[in-house]
C-alpha cells in the first residue's frame, strides 16, 4: 500500500493513531471504494483504510459520479463481519449520524437538546450544512453464495476542496465556516469513531432511531422519487417511510429527488 502522508503525518503514524491495522494514502485513485475492494480481495484485515488526495472516477449512489478533488477527504474502510454486521443501507445510516457529529464537532457546533442540529442527514447518504451537501456516504457489500465476505465503507467530505460554481448552490465545503480546518481534524474523530460501528447489531437502536429523526432533513418534504409522496422518516431496518396519501409505504434503497 502507499505510504504517503496526510497534512504531513505519515500513512504508518496515522495507522497507529487511529487504531486500524493498515493505511494507505494515495496521491490519485479512480475511486477509494475499488481500492478497498481489491484490498478486499487480497486478505486484507478488517479496519483497512485507504485514502486519496484525489479521485479520477469518485462514486456515489446509482452510478453517480462525485467530484473529489485535492483538498478533501476521501476515504475507503474494509469491514468483515461478525455475523451480526448491518446491512449496506442501516450501516450507511450509522455513518451518517457518526459524520453529522464530527461535522458540528470541528465547526465548533455544541448542540443541545433544544437547539436544531447544524448538520441534517438526508436519506440515504447525504450529510448537509445549511441545506447544502458536504459529506456523502457509499457502502458496498461483497458476497461468497450467501456468506457476506466483506462491506467497503466509502465516505466523502468537501474540507477544503474547492467547489464548483455550477454546484455552489448545492454544496459546501467545510473551510467555508471554518477557514483554517485541515482533513486531520475530520480524520482523528472519523476514523476510530467508524471501528466501532461494527459492535452494533443489525437494526438501528430506538437511539439511533431518535438521533437520525432529530436531523432527519428529508421528513415532512414532498418527494417524486424514488416514490411519490411526504418523506414520513425511516424504519429501523433503514428503509425509508413515504406517505403517499394512501398510506405509508417503505422503501429501502433509490436516489431521492424533491418535488
Not at 35 to 51: E, R, Y
Not at 161 to 178: G, H, Q
Amino acid at each position: 500500500m502507499a505510504r504517503l502522508a496526510i497534512d504531513d503525518i505519515p500513512a504508518a503514524v496515522l495507522a497507529r493513531r487511529w487504531g486500524v491495522p493498515q493505511c494507505g494514502v494515495f496521491r490519485t485513485l479512480t475511486s477509494s471504494l475499488d481500492a478497498i475492494h481489491d484490498l478486499g480481495a487480497q486478505g486484507a484485515p478488517s479496519g483497512t483504510v485507504v485514502l486519496s488526495e484525489e479521485q479520477t472516477a469518485g462514486r456515489g449512489r446509482d452510478g453517480r459520479t462525485w467530484r473529489s478533488p485535492p483538498g478533501g477527504v476521501w476515504l475507503g474502510m474494509l469491514l468483515r463481519p461478525p455475523p451480526a454486521l448491518p446491512a449496506s443501507g442501516v450501516l450507511s445510516l450509522r455513518v451518517g449520524l457518526v459524520l453529522a457529529d464530527v461535522v458540528e464537532a470541528v465547526l465548533g457546533v455544541r448542540p443541545t437538546s433544544l437547539s436544531r442540529p447544524r448538520a441534517g442527514l438526508k436519506w440515504p447518504n447525504d450529510v448537509l450544512v445549511d441545506d447544502r451537501k458536504v459529506a456523502g456516504i457509499l457502502c458496498e457489500s461483497r458476497w461468497q453464495g450467501e456468506s457476506l465476505q466483506w462491506l467497503a465503507v466509502g465516505i466523502g467530505v468537501n474540507v477544503a476542496n474547492d467547489i464548483p460554481a455550477e454546484l455552489a448552490d448545492r454544496a459546501v465545503a467545510l473551510r467555508e465556516f471554518r477557514p483554517i480546518v485541515r482533513r486531520i481534524d475530520v480524520l482523528d474523530q472519523l476514523v476510530p469513531a467508524l471501528l466501532r460501528l461494527t459492535a452494533h447489531g443489525a437494526q438501528l437502536t430506538q437511539f439511533e432511531c431518535a438521533a437520525f429523526a432529530r436531523r432527519d432533513w428529508l421528513r415532512g418534504r414532498q418527494i417524486r422519487t424514488p416514490l411519490a409522496g411526504r418523506a414520513a422518516g425511516i424504519r429501523p431496518d433503514g428503509a425509508l417511510l413515504v406517505d403517499t396519501g394512501a398510506g405509508t409505504t417503505m422503501v429501502r434503497d433509490g436516489h431521492v429527488e424533491l418535488s
